[in-house]
């Protein structure tokens, strides 16, 4: 069945319309630019990378150092705030700092021997420590690098010495006394210690008297920062004489050392070693760090 069609409906008629005006052109600055080549918009990103390190490199290259420095200063106020806990902060501030003191002694040595050093980075209850690409290029240069921290370390303990007893405070002569047993432990010639790597330069053969020395000290008194010490030193001690063992020609040349260097090393070594003890002796007074 068809349906019907819907009325129509009117619509009043539409006038017609005029032709459109020709669009005036746009002004000059307006105009679109031609599209850009491919090479030139794949290039545009480092010319402007390039602009910008050519005009802020000096100030980047300051940023870096002050991350350095800021890095350094961050880890020292940790360690501060951790020995605090401990012996509270006045001396925790002078044992932090006889720890940058000691470091110092390594990095300057390393300078001298043209090797570029990080900057000291602290770890709390574990010391502080650097990075460098090497220690030198033998042994002798290892054991030069090694000594200097506990010989300006030993230093720094010897100015609170000497404070200690031009003031007759308990304060600076214990302090002094912590510093002086730091440099004398770092002597031990165990593992990454300072004593190995003056052992590298006397008789590698020290370094299992390090070993056994660490293991006394873990018996005797167990804590788990001596362990950690123990057996890192007993890795890096296996480490070493592995590589003795392997032949290798640079390695043999590396540990080379005439008769008047390794002497010159052990009088080093322990002549420190007896001052250290000279030095906790002359500063050992019955104290109790709560109250510091």
């Not at 540990?255 to 002497?263: A, G, H, I, K, W």
Request: with cysteine; aromatic share 12%.
């Amino acid at each position: 069945m068809d349906r019907p069609s819907p009325p129509p409906q009117w619509l009043p008629p539409v006038p017609a319309a005029d032709p459109p005006a020709p669009a005036a052109p746009p002004p000059a600055s307006q105009q679109p630019e031609p599209e850009q080549s491919a090479l030139k918009r794949a290039l545009g990103p480092l010319f402007l990378v390039v602009a910008l390190v050519a005009k802020f490199g000096k100030v980047a290259f300051v940023a870096v150092k002050g991350l350095k420095f800021l890095t350094t200063s961050a880890t020292m106020l940790v360690s501060v705030a951790a020995y605090a806990l401990i012996w509270g902060w006045k001396f925790a501030v002078g044992f932090v700092l006889l720890l940058l003191v000691h470091e110092y002694g390594h990095v300057l040595q390393l300078r001298r021997e043209g090797i570029k050093a990080s900057a000291p980075i602290f770890i709390p209850f574990m010391g502080a420590l650097i990075w460098a690409k090497s220690l030198g290029k033998d042994a002798v240069a290892e054991a030069r690098v090694g000594l200097a921290g506990p010989i300006l370390g030993s230093l720094g303990a010897a100015v609170c010495m000497v404070i200690g007893f031009a003031t007759d405070e308990d304060f600076w002569k214990a302090l002094a006394f912590t510093g002086f047993f730091l440099n004398l432990f770092n002597l031990l010639p165990l593992g990454f210690l300072d004593g190995a790597r003056a052992a590298a330069a006397m008789s590698p053969w020290m370094w299992l008297v390090g070993v056994f020395g660490a293991v006394v000290l873990t018996l005797t008194f167990p804590n788990p920062i001596i362990v950690l010490l123990t057996l890192l030193g007993i890795w890096e001690t296996y480490r070493r004489f592995k590589d003795l063992r392997s032949g290798d020609p640079q390695i043999t040349e590396y540990y080379r050392v005439s008769p008047r260097n390794r002497l010159l090393v052990a009088a080093v070594y322990l002549g420190l070693i007896a001052l250290l003890v000279l030095g906790m002796d002359a500063t050992h007074i019955e104290r109790d760090f709560d109250d510091v």
